[in-house]
C-alpha cells in the first residue's frame, strides 16, 4: 500500500470517527438544555424526566470520549506517516 494510499485511509476513518462522535455531542448538549435551561417544559416531553436527562449525558460523554480518544489515534498515526514522507 502507498503512503498516499494510507492516508486517504486514515483520512476516511478519521471521517467515519467524526460522524460517531457527532451523535454523542447533541445527546450531550440535549442533556445539557434539558437540564439547565428548561424548568421541566422542554419541547420534547421525555427531557422533563431527570432519569432520561442523566443518561442522555453517561451516553453523550461516552459516545464523544470514544470519538475524540479515535480521532486522536488516528491523527497521530497520519502525522507519524507524514513525518517519515
Do not use: H
Not at 502507498?2 to 442533556?31: C, H, N, S, Y
Not at 436527562?53 to 489515534?73: E, P, T
Request: charged letters at 25%.
Amino acid at each position: 500500500m502507498t503512503i498516499e494510499q494510507q492516508i486517504k485511509d486514515l483520512d476516511q476513518k478519521i471521517l467515519v470517527a467524526r460522524l460517531v462522535d457527532l451523535p454523542g455531542t447533541m445527546i450531550f448538549l440535549l442533556a445539557i438544555y434539558a437540564k439547565f435551561y428548561t424548568d421541566g417544559d422542554a419541547f420534547v416531553s421525555i427531557l422533563n424526566n431527570s432519569d432520561v436527562v442523566n443518561s442522555m449525558f453517561v451516553v453523550g460523554v461516552v459516545l464523544m470520549a470514544w470519538g475524540g480518544y479515535k480521532i486522536f489515534k488516528l491523527r497521530r498515526e497520519k502525522n507519524r506517516i507524514l513525518k517519515d514522507m
